[in-house]
């Protein structure tokens, strides 16, 4: 295991390998693309010369978002719990640092004073 928390080794460009990606690390990325699939159902952009951001109701739409994030969190924490920094799960799923912080202490999996 690396000093990061993942078994995962670099490529010539400095970015993990995906095919040494431990099974947490890519049930964490599939987690985290569902979840932003979930959510760009229901936001859509104007075309206009300054851009705005609008939400579709979709009842639906809002469901498969909630559902998602729910796994995304559950993921999260999986990661954490095989090894994972959360400076990596975040890296994974493209989240700020404290978002994986504050999912990791809600869930009980709360990051060690060393690691935060």
Known sequence: MRGDGSGAGRGADGDRDEELWTPHERALLEAALDFYSAAGGVIEFTDDKTPHLH???NADGFKAIQQAMGTLQERVVAAHTS?????????????EQETIDLILQRRGAAPSPEQS
């Open 55 to 57: 939400l579709r109701h």
């Open 83 to 95: 090894g994972a920094s959360p400076e990596r799960i975040a890296q994974i799923a493209r989240m």
